[in-house]
């Protein structure tokens, strides 16, 4: 049998040793096999007071890399929508998913948060052998997963993947403002900042604020 030789799952081309010689010259044979379809998954909006968490699910094409892939938190707003459109463009597939307010006040924001990044992976529209998640948590998943920390900031996989949820969330917020215009999520983006917290105090919580928060749960008391 050929013998393949060592290499990353990564690899794209495989070398077939060369074949015996019949009656004619029989050329070495350069056979190219699928990518190894490596899954990067993480998540955007477990923190905020408000709002959907986000997953996103990709598989990218090693054909055709991608420059500049960094944790979304290292990036500024403008290169994330650039490379979001880039990574949409070029990647085998991608998937963004959500869980919604009343599934993270229901289960918790851990279980919420597994929860999209499940649908996020069953989203898409390629099977991944192998799916590599942000964390030290993993969804219950059908194929092999491995929870890498920090590890938007080691596989390019998941760093896409963190682009891709973060933009989407911003872009929730936007409508989420433009929805609730008193609340300022176009600026804190849900955060519990000392802005939005005051708002949370003046206003009450709108129906997008997180009731099993702390913070949202304090501002629907009465007061003294």
């Not at 942000?134 to 194929?143: E, K, S, W």
């Not at 890498?148 to 969330?169: C, F, N, Q, T």
């Amino acid at each position: 049998m050929p013998s393949r030789k060592s290499s990353k799952a990564s690899q794209l081309l495989l070398d077939w040793p060369e074949l015996p010689k019949t009656r004619g010259e029989l050329p070495r044979v350069r056979i190219q096999r699928p990518p190894a379809l490596v899954a990067g998954v993480d998540e955007a909006g477990r923190g905020p007071l408000a709002g959907p968490v986000v997953a996103a699910a990709v598989i990218l094409d090693e054909l055709q890399p991608i420059r500049g892939l960094a944790d979304s938190k290292l990036l500024t707003a403008a290169r994330r929508e650039l490379l979001y459109a880039e990574i949409c463009a070029k990647a085998l597939c991608v998937c963004i998913a959500e869980a919604s307010v009343e599934e993270i006040d229901r289960h918790n924001i851990l279980q919420a948060t597994l929860l999209a990044m499940q649908r996020a992976v069953g989203g898409l529209r390629l099977a991944p052998l192998r799916v590599l998640v942000d964390g030290n948590r993993l969804p219950a998943l059908p194929m092999p997963a491995d929870a890498i920390v920090k590890g938007d900031a080691k596989v390019a996989s998941i760093a896409a993947a963190s682009i891709l949820a973060k933009v989407h969330r911003d872009r929730l917020c936007a409508a989420l403002h433009a929805q609730f215009p008193g609340y300022g999520f176009d600026g804190h983006k849900g955060y519990a900042t000392p802005e939005h917290l005051a708002v949370l105090r003046r206003l009450g919580p709108c129906s997008a604020h997180r009731r099993s928060f702390a913070p949202v749960r304090s501002a629907l008391e009465p007061g003294p």
